[in-house]
């Protein structure tokens, strides 16, 4: 039996609440300069991930409180927050390298749903990479490279999860272990992400920037 505890079902939501912090303020401070059908991908790929972590940790709470094992919302999380994490990197990356005019169109595959968690895997490692190395290029443009410290150990952290995905979770050990990655890994971008907001990132012109 997996070794939940409800201190564990909690400690779960905090990963989820700093993503979801961190993308609120990419947001507000990239949405004059994203196309809409750039903004569309990042911010239904942002949400698609958040809703993902957040059902799966609902999913522990339930089970450790002895409501129900009600398997679905976990099942669900790797699909979703994959193509979630898919979906907003190619937005952000969009953002930087075409011209982002009002009239822009964007278009997503939509991978099919397999019962292997190994593409799921692979697809939010390519999205979170995007996103982060989106990341870095704009800490450059500000003139603050050494934020790319804290992106780096973001995708570090993510790396790692996707290790620790292919280990036995039936041991408490193992879950705290990797809810300590993703506290780590989501603290830093969200730190990162409001240094960005704070030198300026709102303001910062783009070049061939032109969004009605």
């Not at 939010?124 to 992106?151: Q, Y």
Request: proline share 3%; with cysteine; aromatic share 10%.
């Amino acid at each position: 039996m997996k070794e939940f505890t409800v201190p564990m079902a909690l400690v779960d939501f905090i990963p989820v609440a700093l993503f979801a912090l961190a993308t609120i303020i990419l947001m507000r401070d990239l949405y004059n300069k994203m196309s809409k059908g750039a903004f569309a991908l990042f911010a239904a790929g942002t949400i698609d991930v958040v809703c993902a972590g957040a059902l799966k940790a609902l999913h522990k709470l339930l089970y450790a409180a002895g409501v129900c094992d009600f398997q679905p919302l976990s099942a669900m999380f790797f699909p979703v927050q994959s193509i979630g994490f898919l979906l907003a990197g190619i937005g952000v990356i969009a953002m930087l390298v075409h011209k982002q005019i009002s009239s822009t169109a964007a278009f997503a595959a939509v991978p099919p749903v397999f019962s292997g968690t190994f593409v799921f895997v692979g697809l939010m490692v390519t999205g979170v990479g995007l996103i982060d190395a989106a990341l870095c290029v704009l800490s450059v443009k500000l003139k603050k490279p050494w934020l790319i410290a804290l992106f780096v150990v973001a995708f570090v952290c993510l790396l790692a999860m996707g290790y620790l995905s292919s280990k036995n979770f039936e041991q408490a050990s193992m879950n705290w272990i990797a809810e300590g990655v993703n506290v780590v890994g989501q603290a830093a971008l969200l730190i990162g992400v409001w240094l960005l907001h704070k030198n300026g990132l709102a303001e910062l012109k783009l070049r061939g920037e032109e969004v009605a």
